[in-house]
């Protein structure tokens, strides 16, 4: 059984950093493109980042350029620094097996996480 679990959340002040771990079980997905969502309440879930799976290329959302950083060895890492209160959310961390179209959409991604709550108070 496939199963991708997050960790790492919590909750900080504005300025503060985080890191998120997206631990795979089941299988690798080593040769996979894997990436970060994530949802606050009463918005749709949204990209954040995501990493090829060599880690050559990496993708980010405008709102986090500069501030979060993707990464991937044995699980795969967000380093969300500076955070904001507009940050908060559930992140998810996700596999696509193939990308068909664009890298942020999140129908290209057939694993999921349950998911971490990150929230940054002001």
């Known amino acids: 059984q496939v199963q991708l679990v997050e960790s790492g959340g919590g909750l900080v002040q504005a300025g503060d950093s985080l890191r998120l771990s997206c631990a795979a079980s089941g299988r690798t997905f080593s040769s996979y493109t894997m990436g970060w969502f994530r949802q606050a309440p009463g918005k749709e879930r949204e990209f954040v980042a995501a990493i090829s799976w060599s880690g050559g290329s990496t993708y980010y959302a405008d709102s986090v350029k500069g501030r979060f950083t993707i990464s991937r060895g044995n699980a795969m890492y967000l380093q969300m620094n500076s955070l904001k209160p507009e940050d908060t959310a559930v992140y998810y961390c996700?596999?696509?097996?193939?990308?068909?179209?664009?890298?942020?959409?999140?129908?290209?991604?057939?694993?999921w996480g349950q998911g971490t709550q990150v929230t940054v108070s002001s």
């Open positions: 996700a596999v696509a097996r193939r990308i068909s179209g664009s890298i942020y959409a999140d129908g290209n991604y057939d694993y």
